[in-house]
């Protein structure tokens, strides 16, 4: 037991020799915090931008309903891309049906409904498979 104290003694005297806080480049080569290769930024940088132009475009969609709102057209996308929707294949018509719950307003609502019939009207496949997807809107 006496032992295992002065180990413990030991360790915790050899760790206030430790400074607290040390730079990058004091870290050892191996563990040191590397910066994003440009390549990789400059593909994150891609990737943020195709998302936004998607979501400029959906926004878009959607001005009709919104006219002189764009912070509201932004809150609508936003909402609809974070609702809650159910996904359910069905192998035997090549359909994958996304079934979208209902917003907070009437209002966001019917421009749902109106973009679910224009992406319906797409007639868009998902990738890797033969399945069409249509989007509708949940009933209760």
């Not at 018509?93 to 797409?122: G, Q, W």
Request: proline share 4%; hydrophobic share 40%.
């Amino acid at each position: 037991m006496n032992e295992l104290k002065n180990q413990e003694q030991s360790l915790i005297e050899k760790r206030k020799l430790q400074p607290y806080k040390i730079t990058v480049g004091q870290m050892p080569e191996a563990l040191r915090y590397n910066k994003l290769k440009t390549e990789s930024k400059h593909l994150q940088n891609i990737i943020k931008m195709i998302c936004y132009r998607a979501e400029t475009a959906f926004a878009n969609m959607l001005a009709a309903e919104y006219k002189k709102k764009t912070n509201e057209i932004r809150a609508l996308v936003k909402s609809i891309l974070f609702s809650m929707a159910d996904i359910i294949p069905d192998y035997e018509k090549n359909t994958l049906s996304v079934k979208l719950y209902s917003l907070a307003t009437p209002r966001d609502n019917l421009a749902l409904e109106k973009i679910c019939i224009l992406l319906n009207d797409t007639e868009t496949v998902f990738p890797g498979t033969n399945l069409k997807l249509i989007f509708k809107m949940a009933t209760f």
